[in-house]
């Protein structure tokens, strides 16, 4: 079957290269890989709540950026080169107060400079609650 990974990532390598730092922090979990997608989840708690405690639309976005530049990391030969985002578009759709959400993370395209993801993240009753849209560089390690 065709993929998109120039290697195909394990849930344990993701979950690794995410210890200390802010998806570790907002507890974000790879659950899933398809041959064409990446899906993570992510807890809606104290930690990702806004003061009126509903699911805080940058906690959306750190998990929009971060299936998506995972996504890329995992798209390209690592050892040459490496990855930056451009730009992350968000559009909040739905509140969520507590649960679990989900986000799945498509390729719009992947070419040789640039890469654009699209990512929809959804409640346990999967209704759309954020959809996003990532931009990343694709740039020559040094």
């Known amino acids: 079957m065709d993929t998109i990974w120039f290697k195909i990532p394990t849930i344990e390598i993701l979950q690794e290269r995410s210890k200390n730092s802010m998806s570790d922090f907002l507890d974000i979990a790879f659950t899933e890989v398809g041959s064409h997608f990446l899906k993570a989840t992510m807890p809606v708690t104290d930690k990702t709540k806004?003061?009126?405690?509903l699911l805080h639309g940058?906690?959306?976005a750190v998990?929009?950026?971060t299936i998506g530049s995972v996504a890329s990391v995992c798209v390209i030969d690592i050892k040459s080169k490496s990855i930056v985002g451009l730009e992350l578009n968000c559009n909040?759709?739905?509140a969520v107060k507590d649960g679990l959400v989900t986000a799945t993370c498509k390729p719009f395209h992947i070419g040789k400079t640039t890469h654009v993801w699209n990512i929809e993240i959804q409640d346990e009753q999967q209704k759309l609650v954020c959809i996003s849209r990532l931009t990343v560089m694709i740039l020559d390690k040094k």
Do not use: D, F, K, V
Request: overall charge neutral; glycine content about 16%; hydrophobic content about 40%.
């Open 50 to 53: 806004q003061p009126m405690g």
């Open 58 to 60: 940058g906690a959306s």
């Open 92 to 94: 909040h759709i739905r």
């Open 63 to 65: 998990l929009a950026e």
